[in-house]
Every structure is written in structure tokens, then in C-alpha cells.
């Protein structure tokens, strides 16, 4: 693995982790959350945010509906759902075994 690749399955976590955290947010916001909570070390690309936020949705991980942004913008919020939170919980035991 390349020192610039994240193992598989964590952005899928940080993202959980992150909506878990913060609740309701826009995809923009998710990843300014996670590159901030880094100190500016992770930076979450959208070719690899919104396609893992889809196959999210697709595993009912989140949950989504379009809204307005605080600058006027149409843009998809993104809240956990159950199965997603399950999911979260049982990533964070397996990946500190």
C-alpha cells in the first residue's frame, strides 16, 4: 500500500464518524469536518466522497434529502440511520482489536 493510501473501509468510517458526530450535513461539509478534526492532514477528494456517500446509501448506512445551504444552495444532507450507526460502532471494535 502507497504511504498516501488510507486503508479500505476507513473513509467509509470517517464518514460515519463524522455525520454521527455532527449530525445533519451537505457533502461539503463532511469533508471540511474530517480535513479540520485532522488538522488539515486528510483531505477527502469529491471523486471518492460522494461515490462512498452513494454506496452509503445504497447499504442504508444514511439517509438523504435535498435542502438549502446557509449560502443559498441546493445541495443533499446526509443523516446516519440505524443500520448506519450499528455499522460505525462495529468498525470502530474491529479496527481497535
Same mark, same amino acid.
Given at each position: 500500500? *502507497?504511504?498516501?493510501?488510507? +486503508? +479500505?473501509?476507513?473513509? /467509509?468510517?470517517?464518514?460515519?464518524?463524522?455525520?454521527?458526530?455532527?449530525?445533519?450535513?451537505?457533502?461539503?461539509?463532511?469533508?471540511?469536518?474530517?480535513?479540520?478534526?485532522?488538522?488539515?492532514? @486528510?483531505?477527502?477528494?469529491?471523486? &471518492?466522497?460522494? +461515490?462512498?456517500?452513494?454506496?452509503?446509501?445504497?447499504?442504508?448506512?444514511?439517509? =438523504?434529502?435535498?435542502?438549502?445551504?446557509?449560502? *443559498?444552495?441546493?445541495?443533499? /444532507? /446526509? #443523516? @446516519? #440511520? #440505524? =443500520?448506519?450507526?450499528?455499522?460505525?460502532? &462495529?468498525?470502530?471494535?474491529?479496527?481497535?482489536?
Amino acid at each position: 500500500m *502507497n504511504r498516501d493510501e488510507i +486503508p +479500505p473501509g476507513t473513509l /467509509y468510517l470517517l464518514i460515519l464518524k463524522t455525520v454521527a458526530l455532527r449530525g445533519k450535513l451537505h457533502g461539503y461539509e463532511i469533508a471540511d469536518s474530517i480535513q479540520r478534526s485532522s488538522d488539515d492532514v @486528510l483531505e477527502v477528494e469529491e471523486g &471518492s466522497l460522494y +461515490p462512498a456517500l452513494q454506496r452509503m446509501l445504497i447499504k442504508g448506512w444514511v439517509t =438523504a434529502e435535498w435542502g438549502t445551504t446557509a449560502g *443559498n444552495r441546493r445541495a443533499r /444532507y /446526509y #443523516t @446516519l #440511520t #440505524t =443500520a448506519g450507526r450499528s455499522s460505525s460502532a &462495529s468498525r470502530c471494535r474491529s479496527s481497535s482489536v
